[in-house]
């Protein structure tokens, strides 16, 4: 029964390698490369339409060029020009100069198109004579469109509007553009030039528009024209004009979906954007042989990898299943190798590489049993030298117990800061402070001093603002008044005074610590403030009897608050040394 059960995994596991190698690997190869290929059908078909479109649109801009020039005809026409200022006195001059110099432009304009259905004029000065359709008053009734149009053009602007023609589903167009006078200083009327809808009737059949094709024409998001089209999917393409309504897709000239290919042209001229949706079900309605071919290619592909499958996975399982049983067995207190017969193919340097990661795992498993006897000896060693500290401390206050004994106050201040700066020091395990404790620490390493160096030795320690519990790196203010101390007043005979004042600028925490002692020679000032800017090696400032204190003191400020923060030294020979901390308070 166990080994049916096995039989049974091992035969699931094969489906599963085949499914997974060569099954799904075929499957989805052929799936990319019918949709590569559908991909190119209709990338190709979308740029042979797009350039269609584009030249028919070419054509149409031709025509509206021409029935804009019209309006050059009248504008640069002194007679035209005299007639509108009203500068005749009679009416039969009026008529006069209008039917000899002003009626052949008329003639000429509704002759010289055939899309143009008429031409007229709207007059601004009441005082001209208005003449039957061709010339009208702007003030009429009538007038109304006109008037506004003319109104909202600047000069040399023009404007085309769009209206219906007739009971035909193709909307005409009108053509509006003011005339000036010679100087362009004064608004003498309007030109109305009226089309029918030949002209965009001639540009939809030059793009060839069929039963399985939709067009639809928006000025300002409003629908001038409108055409669904017999064959197409009126949800989808419901669902694409909403896209467009809502300017989804308003940069792209040419995209697929839902079954819908889409291209699109802007016509600035006439403030239009033109959509024509073509179904693609004609478009590949022709291309089922070549998807009978590559399916018959891929059902052959998928035969002849069954076959080197199969036969691959007898030969190797038996050597497989041989490896996984000894692998089961395999745990802390068995880690003998595999034995093989020695085929150098790849399961044979599998089973190498697998008797070589047992070896060490044993060898391993040897190595952290030394390492535990290790640790724990190491423990018992820090346990020891955790007492140390314990009874120094406990020492120095038997010592300062007697010295209070005694009355000896001096004594017994001294053996409390040093007890105090020692536990400092040797007590925490951690990198960071508060700067309060940093405070309270230097004060003591100062008392400590005091004792030695009696009447040399004055300070003061000045908080100007609230620093609350801000973190700081230990150890950042004893080596400065270290160096205050032993090359500062100790060089110099007198009183020797130290200041130490903590203030804030601004988001950041300044710490000054002054002293009025020898100073500092200005090449080896250069030197430090060279070594603190990472200029020179820090090594340069290495002296017998001068440290790394300062440069360690900058760089762990820097990486604690970031490397805006940091020390910077002035000092003068003879007159002192200060040391500025920037301590940035947003990082703390």
């Known amino acids: 029964m166990i080994r049916y059960l096995k039989s049974v995994r091992i035969v699931h596991k094969m489906i599963f390698g085949y499914v997974l190698l060569v099954l799904l690997p075929v499957v989805l190869s052929g799936m990319y490369l019918y949709n590569q290929f559908h991909e190119k059908v209709v990338n190709d078909f979308s740029q042979a339409k797009q350039q269609l479109i584009i030249q028919a649109s070419n054509s149409l801009k031709v025509s509206l060029t ?150 639809i024409a928006l000025k300002d998001d409003e629908s001038v024209y409108e055409n669904l089209g017999e064959h197409l999917d009126r949800k989808a393409y419901l669902a694409i004009l909403g896209k467009i309504r809502e300017g989804t897709d308003a940069d792209r000239t040419a995209w697929s979906e839902q079954g819908i290919l889409v291209n699109a042209l802007a016509i600035p001229d006439l403030q239009l954007k033109v959509y024509f949706m073509t179904s ?197 203010l004893q080596p400065l008044l270290e160096n205050c101390i032993n090359h500062g007043i100790a060089k110099r005979r007198g009183r020797g005074e130290i200041r130490v004042l903590v203030d804030r600028e601004d988001e950041w925490i300044r710490i000054e610590i002054s002293d009025n002692g020898a100073g500092i020679p200005e090449e080896r000032l250069k030197i430090i403030r060279d070594v603190l800017d990472n200029k020179i090696d820090r090594s340069v400032l290495q002296t017998e009897d001068s440290g790394l204190g300062l440069h360690n003191v900058s760089e762990r400020i820097k990486a604690f608050y970031g490397d805006d923060s940091g020390l910077q030294i002035d000092s003068a020979v003879g007159l002192g040394t200060t040391y500025i901390l920037r301590l940035g308070v947003k990082r703390c």
């Open 280 to 476: 693609t079900e004609e478009l590949f309605s022709d291309l089922s042989k070549q998807t009978r071919n590559l399916a018959w290619i891929m059902g052959g592909l998928l035969l002849l990898l069954s076959s080197v499958y199969y036969a691959i996975a007898s030969v190797l399982t038996k050597r497989i299943l041989n490896l996984t049983k000894h692998m089961r067995r395999v745990n802390e207190n068995n880690l003998t190798p595999f034995e093989d017969k020695g085929n150098k193919d790849e399961i044979g340097f599998l089973i190498l590489s697998y008797n070589s990661l047992i070896q060490r795992i044993d060898e391993l498993l040897n190595t952290v049993h030394k390492a535990e006897l290790m640790k724990k000896e190491a423990d018992y060693l820090v346990l020891q030298a955790q007492v140390k500290p314990h009874f120094l401390y406990n020492t120095l206050e038997s010592i300062r117990m007697l010295a209070e004994i005694h009355d000896d106050d001096e004594v017994v201040d001294a053996i409390y800061s040093l007890g105090k700066l020692l536990r400092y020091s040797l007590s925490s395990q951690e990198n960071e402070s508060t700067l309060k404790k940093e405070l309270a620490n230097v004060t003591h390493y100062l008392d400590v001093h005091k004792p030695r160096m009696m009447e040399l030795l004055h300070y003061d320690i000045q908080v100007c603002t609230d620093i609350g519990d801000m973190r700081c790196p230990r150890f950042i």
């Open 66 to 215: 021409q029935v804009e020039s019209i309006h050059s005809l009248f504008q640069h026409n002194s007679q035209t020009l005299e007639y509108l200022k009203g500068l005749y006195q009679t009416p039969g001059d009026y008529v006069y100069y209008f039917l000899k110099d002003i009626r052949p432009i008329f003639t000429f304009a509704n002759g010289s198109n055939p899309s143009i259905e008429s031409v007229r004029l709207y007059k601004i000065k009441p005082a001209v004579m208005p003449v039957g359709k061709e010339i009208s008053d702007i003030e009429d009734e009538e007038s109304r469109a006109a008037r506004e149009i003319s109104r909202s053009l600047r000069i040399n602007q023009k404007r085309w509007s769009f209206e219906a023609s007739g009971d035909a589903a193709v909307p005409g167009l009108v053509f509006y553009q003011n005339l000036y006078d010679e100087t362009f200083s004064k608004h003498l009327g309007v030109v109305e030039i009226r089309v029918n809808d030949r002209i965009i009737g001639d540009f939809l059949d030059a793009v060839n528009i069929t039963d399985n094709m939709g067009v």
